[in-house]
Nanobody, 119 residues
């Protein structure tokens, strides 16, 4: 199973970005899909998650600005980020809990996509 993120880049404060993460490989089903981020010198932290039943939860600093969604037909999770702040600058990672074709469940990570918020 491979996860590939895209959509990062450089944006001015107050701007928006939409991140995408596509899962591929031997996939029977995908449960929770999440976005994490890791800024310079800090630990990786959860930004938002969405369960297999489409329930979303957000870290406090992203509530009201970020929206997580998923397209199960495309094995894809999105993170719409609005009103971006310099402190949102980080590498954003996708995580998915996947049951593969052998019925084995594992947690998988993407390679990360850089988001830089700066004027």
């Amino acid at each position: 199973v491979t996860l590939v993120e895209s959509g990062g880049g450089l944006v001015q404060p107050g701007g928006s970005l939409r991140l995408s993460c596509v899962a591929s490989g031997s996939i029977a089903s995908i449960d929770t899909m999440s976005w994490y981020r890791q800024g310079p010198g800090v630990q990786r932290e959860l930004v938002a998650l969405i369960t297999g039943s489409n329930t979303a939860n957000y870290e406090d600093s992203s509530k009201g600005r970020f929206t997580i969604s998923r397209d199960n037909a495309k094995n894809t999770v999105y993170l719409q980020m609005n009103s971006l702040k310099p402190e949102d600058t980080a590498v954003y990672y996708c995580n998915a809990v996947v049951k593969n074709g052998l019925g084995i469940t594992g947690s998988y990570w993407g390679q990360g996509t850089q988001v830089t918020v700066s004027s």
